[in-house]
């Protein structure tokens, strides 16, 4: 080997270690406060928001980073932080009622889907899209957030959840554009647009004719029904019962969060430090494949020297460089342990935050991962609640 091709093989090998050791994290310095609205609103005019359980966003973690991510912990994320968000933006008094749903079944005036792109006791990244019951998208956007060991200390913990600074960055960015982008008049008209879509569900034989949808995508109001329309009565009846349910189903979300949030703020604060130790041992094994290197590569340069005390010390750069390189597929194999670490505790999450049991006035269920099937049930007996009423005309 030349030389010259010595050289370029060190540059290349360099550049390629120096690019991946080239991340950086920003530590959070700034609590940001929730901003209240201090425009009067008329109580009608508040409007109701749905967080749909999180997108876990397993099917987009990069192939790298799949050991580091526990499905567990990642399927129990999805359920607890969008009550961590409903909460804040219910207690900010912005809005209406905020409820967590499983679907969209429920009909809301705004709804906020979340999809979990990080989430490792150090950083979160959560994206969020926020849009209308008509239809109208507001805005995506993604939320990232690097935090410090101070968030865990117990003073901080108990106070606030860690990144509770995403939360509140979510609730402040929705208030500023409903601010920015809606009058009285289009807010009066996507509730009624959310009432008589709910009314539409239950009756289209008579509620399709009120709205449509433009070439858009958008759905528009045709025409209204009066305001003594009896069936829009009897719906609003049924509408009243399916908020009760959605009540209960709010419980089993705030007695999850409840459960979770000791078992959960143990594991981050313990993947934070397993984060941060594993972030260093991978540099640390980069900056030993990058010394390594740099020495056989010498030592193959000194090995085409005529000299013989040279070529001699060639040798002995080869052989230092391949243990250095060892050395680093070796603290390789020490992070492997951390992750191995991260996934047990995942596991052993997952069974500490069991579903709990649901009593009604006319059954007890279970609120699991079949909280979905069970509200499809639900919806079947309002339909047939309905029916009931109208004699199914």
């Known amino acids: 080997m030349t030389l010259r091709a010595v050289k370029i093989a060190v540059f290349t090998m360099l550049s390629i270690a120096l690019v991946a050791c080239s991340t950086t994290s920003v530590k959070t310095t700034e609590y940001v406060q929730i901003v209240q609205d201090t425009t009067p609103i008329a109580e009608d005019l508040l409007m109701d928001v749905g967080v749909t359980v999180f997108d ?15 499905p567990e912990i990642r399927n129990a994320e ?33 709804y906020l889907h979340g999809q979990i792109l990080q989430s490792d006791g150090e950083g979160m990244i959560i994206k969020v899209t926020a ?4 239809g109208l998208i507001w805005y ?12 865990y200390e117990a003073s901080q913990r108990q106070a606030n959840d860690p990144f509770q600074v995403i939360y509140n960055n979510i609730a402040n960015d929705l208030l500023a554009w409903r601010k920015a982008n809606l009058t009285e008049n289009r807010i009066a008209r996507i509730r009624t647009i959310s009432e008589l879509q709910f009314a539409r569900n239950f009756a289209p034989e008579i509620f399709n004719e009120y709205l449509r949808v433009n070439n858009r995508g958008i759905t528009e109001i045709v025409r209204l029904p009066a305001d003594n329309d009896p069936s829009l009565e009897r719906i609003r009846s049924i509408r009243q019962r399916d908020n009760l349910f959605v009540d209960t189903v709010q419980d089993y979300y705030a007695n999850y969060a409840r459960e979770m949030r000791v078992p959960y703020d143990s594991w981050r604060e313990q993947s934070y430090h397993a984060t941060m130790a594993l972030d260093e041992l991978e540099a640390s094994a980069r900056r030993r494949f990058i010394a390594g290197t740099m020495a056989i590569v010498g030592g193959i340069a000194a090995a085409t020297s005529s000299n013989g005390a040279v070529q001699t010390g060639s040798l002995v750069g080869v052989g230092a460089g ?5 050395s680093g597929f070796d603290k390789s194999a020490e992070a492997q342990i951390h992750i191995a670490a991260l996934q047990e505790l995942g596991e052993s999450l997952e069974s500490e935050v069991a579903p709990k049991m649901i009593d009604l006035d006319d059954r007890t269920i279970m609120l699991t991962g079949t909280v ?21 005309l």
Do not use: C
């Not at 876990?56 to 526990?70: L, P």
């Not at 990232?144 to 968030?151: A, L, T």
């Open 56 to 70: 876990a966003g397993i099917d987009e973690i990069d192939r790298k980073e799949e050991e580091r991510v526990s």
């Open 78 to 110: 999805a359920r607890y932080a969008p009550y961590l968000l409903a909460e804040t933006l219910q207690g900010s008094g912005n809005w209406g009622v905020v409820r967590v749903l499983p679907n969209e079944t429920t009909t809301m005036d705004i």
């Open 131 to 134: 849009r209308d019951s008509t």
């Open 140 to 151: 995506t956007k993604e939320y990232e957030e690097h935090i410090s060991q101070f968030s």
């Open 322 to 326: 391949a243990y250095m390189i060892k």
């Open 372 to 392: 979905e099937e069970q509200y499809a049930q639900w919806r079947d007996i309002l339909v047939e609640l309905y029916n009931t009423e109208t004699g199914g």
